[in-house]
């Protein structure tokens, strides 16, 4: 009698697009595939991608946003880790402030009127650019 045990390995994939996410999954489970054979019994399923989520904060990467979030604390904690993935660097702080008026929170020309703001990460040398930005839906007159 043949027994088999179970064993099971997640692996998540951050990509810029569902079809890049899809596409990398399948080029996981071919190399996987290629080297173990039929020996290997792997089941790949792919997920929808959970970003980005409602809220008003957008968190992008040079100029794409990659996350949506409802608060600025979830913006920065988003963007925080996705410096330190790119730089794969875990302890790495940052730093956001507005680009015109470094956080130094007398609101500057360019975030005065209160409907956006814009916040850069300093500090951080990738070669993307990391940006917060909160964007309020103009109210209807």
Request: charged share 15%; aromatic share 8%; glycine share 6%.
């Amino acid at each position: 009698m043949r027994q088999q045990h179970t064993a099971t390995v997640s692996i998540i994939i951050t990509a810029p697009t569902a079809e890049n996410a899809g596409q990398w999954a399948e080029t996981i489970y071919d190399l996987v595939h290629a080297e173990h054979g039929d020996h290997m019994r792997l089941d790949v399923s792919v997920n929808p991608p959970t970003l980005p989520h409602r809220g008003d904060w957008r968190v992008t990467r040079g100029g794409t946003t990659i996350h949506t979030a409802a608060t600025l604390a979830e913006a920065q904690a988003v963007g925080l880790y996705a410096i330190r993935q790119e730089l794969n660097h875990p302890t790495l702080t940052v730093e956001w402030a507005c680009p015109a008026c470094y956080g130094d929170y007398q609101e500057c020309q360019d975030c005065s009127d209160g409907t956006q703001w814009y916040l850069s990460a300093f500090g951080v040398l990738t070669d993307a650019h990391y940006a917060l930005q909160l964007t309020v839906p103009q109210q209807e007159a």
